[in-house]
Nanobody, 128 residues
């Protein structure tokens, strides 16, 4: 099966940390640019972070800059989102997505791109 399998979500207190994983199954993730998104019920899905193909350069939404870190491990065929100093407003369903065929300089953090694969989503809840 060609898919992205997510793990690492859960319940955490404000100020705590979580690490989300996104493992590619049936294809090699290093050929794809990767985006992380999140969605709250009734709201539009928004981009959180991205990592591009060439030298793993990254971008972040202003709301998470300085707190979240995106990375990839090609040997493990997995991408990660490290989330530190979590806030209640970070509560959402988080999705990873992969897109192939973009220029290597492009970092995809918007829904304008036709992503080839989406993870199943994982709930992150930040509450005391």
């Amino acid at each position: 099966q060609l898919q992205l399998v997510q793990s690492g979500g859960g319940l955490v207190q404000p100020g705590g940390s979580l690490r989300l994983s996104c493992a590619a199954s049936g294809f090699t993730l290093d050929a794809y640019a990767i985006g992380w998104f999140r969605q709250v019920p009734g709201k539009e899905r928004e981009g959180v972070s991205c990592i591009r193909r060439d030298v793993n350069s990254t971008n972040y939404a202003d709301s998470v800059k300085g707190r979240f870190t995106i990375s990839r491990d090609n040997a493990k065929n997995t991408a990660y989102l490290q989330m530190n100093n979590l806030k209640p407003e970070d509560t959402a369903v988080y999705y990873c997505a992969a897109v192939r065929g973009l220029l290597m300089t492009v970092c995809p953090m918007t829904l304008v791109y036709d992503y080839n694969y989406w993870g199943q989503g994982t709930q992150v809840t930040v509450s005391s």
